[in-house]
């Protein structure tokens, strides 16, 4: 099974707010932008706004991923508020 068909199976709740904060100041000099390509769900993008990098946090599968990857450390990561956020349906 792909990857795409994994996540398909999954169901979010969002929350208005971003359980995901960016350092912008951090993104405009970062060597790699890595986030762009290493997000599995893909919710990281260029952003033609004042703020480089544009989060979509709705679509967040609460890997850790970009926390983890991220090369200066730009990422802060929580979970969503209890009852939002990710639920594997098979488990
Ligand atoms: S990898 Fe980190 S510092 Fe670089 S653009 Fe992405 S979030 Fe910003
Ligand atoms: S936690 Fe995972 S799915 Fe969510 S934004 Fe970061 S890399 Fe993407």
Known sequence: ??????VALCAIRQ?????????QAC???????ICLRACPAGLYSLSDESAP???DHSGCLEC?????VCPLSA???NYPAPGFGIHYRHG
């Open 1 to 6: 099974m792909k990857v795409e068909e994994k």
């Open 15 to 23: 929350h208005q707010d971003s359980h995901i904060e960016i350092d």
């Open 27 to 33: 993104c405009s000099r970062c060597p790699t932008r």
């Open 53 to 55: 990098i544009k989060l």
């Open 64 to 68: 850790g991923t970009c926390m983890i």
């Open 75 to 77: 990422v802060s990561w």
